[in-house]
């Protein structure tokens, strides 16, 4: 389409224009900048020739509305991103400042390069471009950005549940993922789910002289001890009913899970993987995107600084995050969760459990949802091959609340690739992706015209 | 002695004058501090009528050297002390600066206050208050005060074995300790040994999104349980060969033990400690002062700060220390731990150990012999009590290279007490002790000239 082609200049200018907007939300001091990257996407919209374009305050970092509704009788889709982005801590290990974005080699490098503020500009174009081009879209199109989703979306429910009407849609549109490779297309059926706590270990009133050993008690043996207890020798998660509500994996299922693979060579390669562990029934791919996990992400106590600090400390901490997989439970598995931590405590030591927040069902929409299939005819066209069909490791905790409260199903379509460091330092995106996506979203606004 | 009560408020400004220089000798940029307080210490032993004072240079912190040996045909006593400190942190834990000491009811808050600021300034004042009054003291006397007792005492050994004749004595007596309370008189009979590591562990070149669970691995499982695997479910250290040579108690060593110890609630009141854990064979004084130990006495990696990050980090690290007792050696258990982390790391993890300085020998005193029975005279004149016998619980590497470089034997006296915080927040002492304190040496200086 000529229109794209002859404003990509300017649409590469707006993406680094809002790149260079730290928008954290998880840092309560940005919380400024989350929401003036908010005002950009809402300006960004009406540019586009939406209207309605308004906040939508939240009691959190706002949300931003947008509809384009010329096309009465035709069916509605709602599209789906945020601009929020993660930290950009360990800060020395960037090679360009995070907020200031580097194009090298038709790579854009800043932190919310691949999750997603490129990904979120994709479908305003492609409106933009058709409205410019053709005058109207070929079906009704609504707009849904949220700015808490690297938090875990805490009051996207609540937003979804006051805007019902607003927001009813026939299907919704996720931009918040990737579609794989040009050479190896890919659809998501959905994201995994999510469920974060985090534990305080306390033992004693103060820290103590490490010479104090055998008599005071360490809380960072008690702390190894628990969450050592949560794992098996060969990986599998040991809390009791942890896997009792996972959907067992038909040999259907597997077999496009294996097809989908990409080889672990090229993992390893990437990342610098020095091995792989887990659950031994299960490959690593369905490992990660069929089998529900239990990471700690985080874990702290004592002292960390250079040399020796002779010390017993009086607390140890760390934090867990659950990956689900359908039909769990964030609140079920939170609780077996608790009950484990509250057995596997040493008596020594005094627990507290803190629910952090990022709670998400886990999601899959039916592989044969008349959206599912516009998809896949799509990226077939884009890129002259049938793509594969795989499943999020990640989670986006909005698919399974649009499910619950809109009724709606959602398909996801965005160009980040899994090795563009999407959360660590020198995230990027590349700016080939950035032009094929929004060819691919007005060529998607047409399918869904025709398939809803 | 009227002289030690009529300058008592001269000696107390001189130990806050002392307490003010931050001498943290783990502290890189604090080393200028370091060498003014074996400046500051060097100019008190000169006022005190020492001759030959000196600055000993180590290639680290320097150490001090002052003598007096004007009783020539009689003993020669070494008394050993150290004017370097711990690291304050954390700073917010403290009720006033750490490094401007408050006087409130009756104590000095102040980092390097029990341990040990004050002590070094004990036989100091009381060769001072000897010489002022009857002009000579009753037997040779030198100081070696070193300023890197709190990085475990590196370059002790190469100053010990490059001043051999300097250093000759017949007994050493070693300020950095306690006796007790008045009301409960205690003589250590020596400290235990020292090993230090720190282990780093790493799965890949990057962290990663925590949605590559089960794909990617997660070095902060592979640490706990490494550390884990350390220990049994009753507390016993499982590194193989680790209790191979610790000198079984004898029914009256641990009679002794039980004699000296304070009631298990008097800990807890202190320190709040929540609850005792250990070889159960043991109570919890043989376990702190008879028993090696190994602590982790930090843990580090992932996401530490506020809120949820979902990440897969790709390094974690932990810092060890274990406590020897005879006749451990610090370089065999170091062996034993390196092939115990080899042994124990999971294969999807790459380990590095770094070994810390402040390996120390463990060393026990025989309990008969003249010097330390002089020790129990003075103690038992001083407060009309018995001292109870007890073993140091913490480490002094002194002693270990005293005995194996000079041939040695070392009693301790110092009046820190086990509720004064050593290495921890608000650190105090009490200001009568540092007056019994000045006592009890000049009465030792005189039972050791009877004795030896």
Chains 1, 2 share one sequence.
Request: hydrophobic content about 40%; glycine content about 10%.
């Amino acid at each position: 389409m000529g229109y794209l082609e002859a404003n990509q200049p300017r649409f590469r200018e707006e993406l680094l224009d809002l790149l260079r907007i730290p928008s954290v939300s998880t840092d309560p001091e940005r919380a400024g900048e989350v929401r003036r990257a908010a005002e950009w996407v809402a300006a960004r919209l009406r540019r586009a020739g939406m209207t309605d374009v308004r906040l939508l305050e939240t009691g959190g970092h706002p949300a931003v509305y947008g509809e384009w509704l010329g096309a009465p009788g035709r069916p509605t889709v709602l599209v789906y991103g945020h601009f929020d982005v993660q930290p950009a801590d360990p800060l020395h290990l960037w090679t360009h400042p995070p907020f200031e974005p580097a194009v090298v080699e038709g790579r854009v490098y800043a932190r919310g390069a691949t999750d997603m503020k490129g990904n979120l500009l994709l479908p305003i174009i492609a409106c933009e471009a058709l409205l410019q081009t053709e005058g109207r879209l070929p079906l009704n199109v609504k707009f849904l950005f949220e700015g808490e989703e690297e938090i875990g979306s805490p009051h996207l429910g609540p937003v979804l549940e006051q805007n019902r009407d607003l927001l009813a849609c026939d299907v919704m549109v996720s931009a918040d993922g990737g579609m794989g490779t040009p050479e190896r297309p890919e659809v998501w059926l959905g994201p995994r789910g999510l469920v974060a706590l985090q534990i305080h270990l306390r033992t004693a009133d103060r820290d103590l002289h490490s010479g104090n050993g055998g008599l005071a008690v360490n809380p960072i043996h008690a702390l190894v001890r628990l969450l050592d207890s949560m794992r098996d020798a060969e990986g599998r998660v040991t809390v009791a009913g942890f896997y009792d509500r996972v959907r067992p994996l038909t040999p259907a299922e597997r077999a496009e899970i294996a097809a989908a693979a990409l080889p672990l060579e090229e993992f390893r390669r990437t990342t610098g993987a020095r091995g792989f562990f887990g659950e031994p029934e299960y490959t690593p791919w369905e490992r990660a995107s069929a089998r529900p996990t239990l990471e700690v992400n985080g874990i702290w106590g004592g002292f960390t600084g250079p040399g020796v600090k002779t010390v017993i400390p009086c607390e140890a901490h760390a934090k867990i995050t659950c990956r689900l997989v359908p039909d769990q439970s964030p609140a079920e598995i939170r609780e077996k969760l608790v009950a484990h931590i509250l057995a596997h405590t040493p008596a020594y030591a005094e627990v507290s459990i803190e629910h952090l927040p990022g709670e998400a069902d886990p999601y899959l929409i039916p592989p044969d949802h008349p959206a599912q299939r516009a998809l896949v005819r799509v990226l077939t066209r884009l890129t002259g091959r049938e793509p594969r069909v795989t499943r999020g490791f990640g989670t986006v905790p909005v698919m399974g609340l649009v499910k619950r409260v809109l009724g709606a199903e959602t398909i996801t379509l965005g160009v980040g690739q899994s090795d563009e460091r999407a959360h660590a330092p020198d995230e990027f995106l590349r700016l080939a992706s950035f032009e094929r996506g929004q060819q691919a979203f007005v060529m998607l606004l047409a399918e869904l015209a025709r398939a809803l």
